[in-house]
């Protein structure tokens, strides 16, 4: 049975504040018997319950009612976290710095894992000017094809979508440490520490 909140949940966060299932029925105006029916799973907070309960732990309703806290962790290199994904309908590429429920054409897309670069996904940096020539040895077909390049630093994302039958190379400014990207439509991310 799917419930809107938990027992665990209540219980780890009640615990978490150094509340006794006393001190949180005295706060919300019911008995501590009823607490314990809810941590145990043998009964379920009014509905009325949600926002005092929620504010009593600590967290909000959403938080309460998804079972995670949520903690904002919006420290430097966000973009070190990136996810990305591909959707295999439309070849849509999209990006998320961090973990996300993310679709596209009908479809959930799972976060694309990245595997280093290997012999036959090689990548070459070259110097030009004030920017760097980036390279791709890999075969541009209508079947086979890298779909996009991106290069990803701490607080910079540059994306560059590629077609097959064309070239999979392109200028980057490529300032700072960071990962270069880039993703074969057979094989999967591909990934370079620059």
Not at 55 to 80: C, D, K, P, W, Y
Not at 177 to 185: H, V
Request: aromatic letters at 8%; a neutral charge.
């Amino acid at each position: 049975m799917n419930t809107y909140v938990t027992g665990t949940t209540i219980k780890q966060l009640r615990e978490a504040r150094n509340l006794t299932q006393a001190a949180l029925a005295e706060i919300l105006g019911v008995s501590s018997k009823t607490v314990s029916k809810w941590e145990t799973a043998k009964g379920l907070p009014d509905i009325t319950l949600l926002q005092p309960l929620a504010q009593a732990l600590g967290i909000s309703v959403v938080e309460l009612m998804n079972g995670q806290h949520i903690t904002n962790r919006n420290t430097s290199a966000n973009l070190l976290r990136s996810k990305f994904y591909v959707c295999p309908i439309c070849g849509n590429i999209l990006h998320a710095t961090g973990s996300a429920l993310i679709s596209c054409c009908g479809v959930t897309l799972p976060p694309l894992e990245a595997e280093d670069a290997d012999e036959d996904h090689a990548i070459t940096v070259e110097n030009v000017e004030d920017e760097h020539f980036v390279t791709i040895r890999h075969p541009m077909t209508k079947a086979h094809f890298i779909s996009f390049l991106a290069f990803v630093t701490s607080d910079r994302l540059q994306l560059v979508k590629f077609y097959p039958e064309g070239n999979a190379e392109t200028r980057l400014q490529l300032r700072g440490r960071g990962y270069l990207y880039f993703y074969c439509n057979h094989h999967g991310l591909f990934r370079k520490k620059i």
